[in-house]
Every structure is written in C-alpha cells, then in structure tokens.
C-alpha cells in the first residue's frame, strides 16, 4: 500500500530529513509529548487560506459554519479573516461574541430555537435570523411586543432536492425536520407572513441541501429549483448553505471552494436570480487543517481474522465514524512516507465493539505499541461533536503557525467530570 496522500494533510505539512511530520514548523511527535494524546493539532495557515478563499468567492456573504468546529480562538480567526459565522444554538452564539465577534456578522440557524436563543440574539442584534417554523414566527412577534428590535430574517426553504451524501446529513429533501417546504406551498405562506409581520424585517431565502456534498450539479439543481421561487420575491439576499464536500480516504477529491463558488453564481445568473448570494462553509474550511493524534496502546492479533490497535481515544473525539460509517485514513508521523501494508482496525478505548476510528487502516509493519498514530482530515465535526461517554475526558486542541503551538482548547481534567455534578 502506497504512502498517504499528501492532499490529506494541512498546508504546511512538509517532512523532514528523517521522514517526520511538521505542521505549521512544528514537529508533530514533539506536540504529542509536549501535550499529550489524543491531541487536535489545527494549522492555522491552512485555515486563513480556506477562509481568504471563501471571501474571494462569496465576498461579504462567506459566513462559516460554526457547527465544524468553534472555541473563541476559531471565532476571532474567522473573524479576522472577513467572514461571518452561522451559529446554531444559543451555546455557538456565546462562544462568537466572547469571542468578540460583533453580533451583526453573525446568523442564527436552528430547527427549533428557544424564546431565550431568540431574545439573546435580538437584544444582541444578531445580523439575520434563518426562520424555520411558524412557530419561530410566532415567538419573534411575541418577544417583538414585549419590547425586543425586530430582527432581519431569511425564511429557510426546503427546495426538495436529495444530495448525493449520507442521508444523515441531507437537508433539502421534502421529508425534512428543516424549512419550510417548496412543492407545498409552506415556504410561500411563510414568506407572504414575514413579508406583512411588523416584527421583521424579511430580506432573503434561504436554502441548504446536506453536507459533505461532493456533487456540484446538486448545488446546481437547488438553484434550478428554486429560481422560479425566488425571482419574483425580488428579495436582496439568497443563501445557498454550506455542505461542500472534502476529501477523507485515498482516492477521493472534492472541489475547492472557488470552484463550488463559480458554480453557484453561474447558476444563479443563468436563472435570472440578481439577490446577494452567500454561503455557509464549515467542513471545507476546517476539515483538512487538522489530524488527530493518538498514542498506541493495544495492539491485538487475531489468528486468521484480523489484527485491533487499540489507541488512546476513539468514538469521543470522533464519532463520524460510527454515525455515518465515514472513512479515515491512519499514519505514523514518524514514517510519513513509509508504505503501509498492514492492514489492521483502528479502535478506541471505549466499551463498544462499535468504537472504530478507522475500520481497515493501512499502516508499516513495523507499528509498535507507544507509537503516535494521526489520522488526518478531523478538522470538522471532532472535537465540536465530541463526548465524555465513558467518562473519557475530551482532548486539547493547539494551533501551530511558523513554529509555535498555542493550546486555544485545553484538554478537560478528572474534576472537570465532576463541575456539573450537583
């Protein structure tokens, strides 16, 4: 089996003279010592770039999808770079403005937001709320009357259209938790009542079709789709969502977020749609600047069915795999270059034979126990959808940049499982 691929890794990986791995200048078996495993190492080079490159596509209307990945330090990099942040949960919008994000660059997404989320984000002076249900409508009239400034909103719009991903993660089909839907009729009703309510401001659509779309002719038939919707509204703004796609195993490649960007405003201006277009990346912006280190505990063989490394993780700091079955890659930063041969799965630590990292990981034959195993690509929807299940304490997340590591998630301590303890 052939080396990983170096697509997989951040931006600034390069491997040294004896064929170890440096992100962002700093030696990743160094960082694993200095802060232990598992460990998130995020490059920070590799995130302004993903950032800058949604800002050229989507200028003001590039807004990151908070849900990938957020701690303050996320929030003021983001920030820093021109782009908004969709956050959606009261806990994504606090961590934004800690951060010091100022509330009119943020959007506030949810399927099911609460009176407090919404009177939090409007006495804030959110930049636009993506309403969801009438009954969202409602609890903005009625905290309007009591005294909140109306917000400006989008109506989110279920165009009908199945992505081609997991259907976990699709979002625009008809039979959806999501929006109001098209074929229906909800999605004019919703507009006709926001357009008259005096409690907001209605100023665009809004619309996402899944996540981790690597098809760009679905972005494409989204557009086709509600062009006939969204043209004579006149509105100022559309938003077509997030969900651009990201290469994980050997063998995959996605489009980069110029090209998804291209797409998108060619198909809106052969449609005649002349609103604003925005987007939502999370996945692509995150996803590829970071590995997961781990350190090898366990390793097992089983004569004639199949050899278990156990690490010191696993389903914690990376359920993707178990949710969705998602494909990872598995490497030694020692040996960066080595070929892999060894077929072996990767597990956690966890009381499930469900806890698998990488189900069919190609490793060098000579992996030992104490080695420290990476697994690239983990930017995205690791350590935000990370858990204490087992009690397990979640890890520290550091970015590098020209050779220094700064902690931004400190790894949790055994008291910590006790803080919220009554």
Not at 160 to 177: F, L, M, N
Not at 233 to 245: D, K, N, V
Request: one cysteine or more.
């Amino acid at each position: 089996m052939t080396p990983l691929p170096r697509h997989l890794l951040p931006d600034t990986a390069a491997v040294g003279a004896r064929g170890r791995l440096a992100i962002g200048g700093c030696d990743v078996i160094e960082l694993a010592g200095r802060f232990g495993t598992p460990l998130f190492v995020y490059d920070e080079e590799h995130l302004r770039i993903r950032c800058r490159e949604a800002v050229a596509a989507f200028g003001d209307g590039a807004t990151y999808a908070a849900k990938a990945f957020l701690c303050r330090a996320m929030a003021r990099l983001v920030h820093e770079e021109g782009m908004g942040i969709d956050v959606a949960s009261g806990g994504e919008l606090h961590v934004a403005l800690a951060a010091g994000v100022p509330a009119a660059r943020l959007v506030l997404h949810g399927n099911n937001k609460s009176e407090a989320e919404l009177a939090r984000a409007l006495h804030a002076g959110v930049g636009r709320v993506v309403v969801d249900s009438h009954d969202e409508l409602d609890r903005i009239e009625a905290l309007v009357a009591a005294g909140s400034p109306p917000p400006q909103v989008l109506i989110r719009v279920t165009p009908g259209v199945e992505a081609h991903t997991h259907v976990y993660v699709q979002t625009g089909q008809a039979d959806s938790k999501f929006g109001f839907g098209l074929v229906s009729g909800a999605a004019a009703d919703a507009v006709a009542r926001a357009a008259a309510s005096s409690a907001m401001e209605l100023v665009g659509i809004h619309a996402h079709i899944g996540s981790n779309v690597f098809v760009l002719s679905s972005f494409t038939q989204a557009v086709d789709v509600l062009a006939d919707f969204v043209v004579p509204l006149a509105l100022p703004e559309l938003s077509l969502g997030g969900g651009l796609g990201v290469a994980y195993v050997q063998g995959e490649q996605a489009p980069t977020i110029t090209e998804w960007g291209a797409v998108l405003a060619k198909a809106c201006a052969e449609a005649g749609i002349t609103s604003r277009l925005s987007a939502e990346p999370g996945r692509a912006i995150a996803a590829g600047a970071a590995l997961t280190l781990y350190t090898v505990g366990t390793i097992k063989e089983i004569d004639g069915i199949r050899t278990y490394v156990a690490v010191d993780g696993g389903m914690s700091d990376n359920p993707r795999p178990v949710l969705y079955g998602s494909g990872y890659e598995a490497f030694l930063p020692r040996a960066v270059d080595a070929d892999r041969p060894r077929v072996v799965r990767v597990v956690g630590k966890h009381c499930e034979s469900g806890d698998v990292v990488v189900a069919d990981a190609r490793l060098p034959p000579d992996l030992a126990v104490g080695d420290v195993l990476a697994t690239p690509v983990t930017g995205a929807y690791g350590h935000s959808m990370a858990s204490n299940y087992n009690k397990i304490t979640r890890p520290a997340v550091v970015f590098v940049a020209d050779g220094e590591a700064r902690v931004v998630v400190r790894r949790e301590t055994l008291d910590d499982l006790l803080a919220l303890d009554a």
